[in-house]
């Protein structure tokens, strides 16, 4: 079964920095899809990151510039620099693979930034 597990998470002064960390077991195939969306209190969840066949990467337009998402074998990583209060939100990773594209979501983890 995969099982994605989000670390790294906690309170932030504006303007600062995280790394979130997403280890994930069970994985079948080969450079699942793997990624972070975030959802802030009232709002739906919402894509930041995604790493597609190992190397590609996508951004959410908020964070551009900002974020920055890697892969290392089962472990995928979000490094945020320049966070802003809009940024507080649950981060959640994700893989996604197989012949019907199974997503799997990690428990979350909570990034609050102070303004």
């Known amino acids: 079964q995969v099982q994605p597990v989000e670390s790294g998470g906690g309170l932030v002064q504006s303007g600062g920095s995280l790394r979130l960390s997403c280890a994930v077991s069970g994985i079948g195939y080969s450079l699942p899809e793997m990624g972070w969306y975030r959802q802030a209190p009232g709002k739906q969840r919402d894509m930041v990151a995604e790493i597609t066949g190992g190397t590609r990467t996508n951004y959410a337009d908020s964070v551009k510039g900002r974020f920055t998402i890697s892969r290392d074998k089962n472990t995928v990583y979000l490094q945020m620099n320049s966070l802003k209060h809009e940024d507080t939100a649950v981060y959640y990773c994700?893989?996604?693979?197989?012949?019907?594209?199974?997503?799997?979501w990690g428990q979350g983890t909570l990034v609050t930034v102070s303004s």
């Open positions: 994700y893989c996604r693979q197989g012949p019907i594209m199974t997503t799997d």
